[in-house]
T-cell receptor
Framework: SQQGEEDPQALSIQEGENATMNCSYK?????LQWYRQNSGRGLVHLIL?????REKHSGRLRVTLDTSKKSSSLLITASRAADTASYFC???????????FGKGTSLLVTP | GAVVSQHPSWVICKSGTSVKIECRSL??????MFWYRQFPKQSLMLMAT?????????EQGVEKDKFLINHASLTLSTLTVTSAHPEDSSFYIC????????????FGPGTRLTVL
């Protein structure tokens, strides 16, 4: 069953701007992951943050995790047109490795 | 990096026929593979978890007899959609977990199934 809820559902920005997406979840987690999906394609793993971590960076990506609020955010800095895609958060519980995906945020970066 | 392939990438079939989709981990051994379904503009829904050499574990609401999963080796899992109907038309994506890095799943490119 789906656990994560992303907002916004859709985001349109210009190149160079920052994009922030949020994800909320309902149950306890082992870790939370962010994925990118280009239209009609498979998913690309972006970053994983564990339940005992609060912030993680990878290149232009910054992820935060607040387990008390059961929420996470993904920040893409200095966005590029190539960042246009759907972004999903997915949680992993303590009882297994299956991913529970949120509904996703559709990001459009215009030149 | 770890690569997962799916075959075919797209398939069109008539209602009532069966379709087999293959998922292969190309450069690592996958003790666990997962099958997801994604409808247009929606998120991925986990269908089943497939462990090598054992029966798949299906999510609630997924018909075992309709979606047959076989994980016969550490690099191959297959999903067979039996007696396909138009409502089975969807994007099917597999992922594989490398036992050396169990927290990360590597996704295949997906298979677009259209049932006429």
């Amino acid at each position: 069953s789906q656990q994560g809820e992303e907002d916004p559902q859709a985001l349109s920005i210009q190149e160079g701007e920052n994009a922030t997406m949020n994800c909320s979840y309902k149950t306890s987690i082992n870790n939370l992951q962010w994925y990118r999906q280009n239209s009609g394609r498979g998913l690309v793993h972006l970053i994983l943050i564990r339940s005992n971590e609060r912030e993680k960076h990878s290149g232009r990506l910054r992820v935060t995790l607040d387990t008390s609020k059961k929420s996470s955010s993904l920040l893409i800095t200095a966005s590029r047109a190539a960042d246009t895609a759907s972004y999903f958060c997915a949680t992993v519980s303590n009882s297994g490795y299956a991913l529970n995906f949120g509904k996703g945020t559709s990001l459009l970066v215009t030149p | 990096g770890a690569v997962v392939s799916q075959h075919p990438s797209w398939v069109i079939c008539k209602s009532g026929t069966s379709v087999k989709i293959e998922c292969r981990s190309l450069d690592f051994q996958a003790t666990t593979m997962f099958w997801y379904r994604q409808f247009p503009k929606q998120s991925l829904m986990l269908m089943a978890t497939s462990n090598e050499g054992s029966k798949a574990t299906y999510e609630q609401g997924v018909e075992k007899d309709k979606f047959l999963i076989n994980h016969a080796s550490l690099t191959l899992s297959t999903l067979t959609v039996t007696s396909a109907h138009p409502e089975d038309s969807s994007f099917y994506i597999c992922s594989a977990r490398d036992w050396r890095d169990p927290d990360t799943q590597y996704f295949g490119p997906g298979t677009r199934l259209t049932v006429l």
